[in-house]
């Protein structure tokens, strides 16, 4: 097996197309440093969280460090799978990019990075660190459908930067257990004995995946009358959907600001339904097994919709509004039937 210095050789010798004498490269060693790309949004983060642990479990015995943004850090903690944790909170200072390039990326000699991201940000910083240089070539590997496309970063090379690529690493990303992730709970005395979990809003800026919030109170007085209190989850970017949910309604108990990230996992395994939007809480929830409805754009069900989870039934409008509220109604009737 060629060492460092071969592969450095072979790299930087080649004309930076395919060379399969470096597929070895690839596999798994003992000792590996391992670094991984990702910060959020709370959804696109918690989708990612498949490749995160498929990456752990093809490097068991590497060091796994994680550069992600600080309200994740609580979230990933409690997965068990990083050994380290490096905060990014994506500033565009000189500072921040010296202490991410060069001391996170080129001093800790990484043998391989994993670019959940795949972004502009991170090509730029791909760009960057093989122009500031390393004392050894790493490989980078970005998303594709089914695993992942490696490179190869030359050490030291002036301007543009070349990459050759390595080989195509193909990976199941598995289905990911939350369960144990616990935050402080330090509200959870004050969630009824059987309700239902409702998520009204979502990230700010993306209003159009917000179905209307007068028929999450329709819905919250309609479990109600069933017996099935509803726990609404948000922050205060959601604050006029909560309230327009809560106010006045004896059916809901307001929960924003009572729990961080890392409750909503056991926030949502005691609810007997999930009703959501396509928003970072709905999708920790439905990991965590239990009926879950999602709400959908077309366009957001094409790239966010889960497949093959069978307690998750998606419900899809040309636009969020068009999704009628009988249907949801409906179908949480089915759900609780069960």
């Known amino acids: ?39 959020g949004a709370l959804g696109d983060f918690v989708n990612a969280m498949g490749k995160m642990r498929a990456i752990r479990d093809r490097h068991p015995h590497a060091s796994l460090t994680l550069i992600t943004q600080r309200f994740l850090v609580g979230l990933a903690q409690g997965t068990g799978w990083f050994d380290e944790i490096v905060v990014d909170d994506r500033g565009y200072s000189p500072a921040s990019w010296w202490r991410i390039i060069k001391r996170t990326l080129a001093d800790r000699r990484f043998d391989a990075i994993y670019d959940l991201q795949s972004n502009n940000r991170t090509l730029v910083r791909y760009r960057l660190l093989a122009l500031w240089g390393t004392s050894n070539p790493m490989r980078w590997g970005r998303v594709r ?14 301007f543009l930067p070349r990459f050759s690529r390595i080989e195509h690493v193909d990976m199941a ?28 809003g979502c990230s700010a800026g993306n209003e159009q995946k917000r179905w209307p919030p007068d028929r999450f109170r329709r819905l919250s007085e309609w479990l109600g009358a069933r017996g099935v209190k509803s726990v609404v989850l948000g922050t ?11 106010d006045g ?52 069900a094409s790239r966010a919709a889960p497949k093959n989870a069978s ?21 949480a009737e089915e759900v609780l039937a069960k």
């Not at 071969?6 to 060379?19: C, I, M, N, V, W």
């Not at 990303?173 to 009204?200: C, M, Q, T, W």
């Open 1 to 39: 097996m060629a060492d460092i210095g071969d592969l450095k050789s072979l790299a930087q010798s080649r004309a930076y197309g395919f060379d399969p004498r470096l597929r070895h490269q690839a596999k798994t060693m003992p000792n590996e440093k391992i670094l991984v790309i990702k910060h």
């Open 145 to 158: 459908k089914n695993g992942f496309d490696f490179y190869v970063t030359p050490a030291k090379i002036p």
């Open 173 to 200: 990303f598995p289905k990911v257990d939350l369960s144990g992730i616990h935050g402080k709970g330090e509200n959870f005395g004050l969630l009824p004995e059987r309700y239902a979990l409702l998520i009204p």
């Open 236 to 246: 205060k970017a959601e604050a006029a959907e909560i309230s327009a949910v809560c």
């Open 249 to 300: 309604n004896p059916h809901a108990v307001n929960f924003m600001g009572k729990s961080e990230i890392a409750d909503i996992p056991q926030i949502a395994a005691r609810a007997v339904l999930v009703v959501g939007n396509d928003t970072g809480p709905s999708h920790i929830a439905r990991r965590m097994g239990v009926p879950t409805i999602l709400l959908f754009t077309e366009y957001d």
């Open 311 to 331: 307690n998750v039934v998606s419900l899809v409008g040309r636009g969020i509004a068009d999704i009628p509220y009988d249907k949801v109604e409906k179908t």
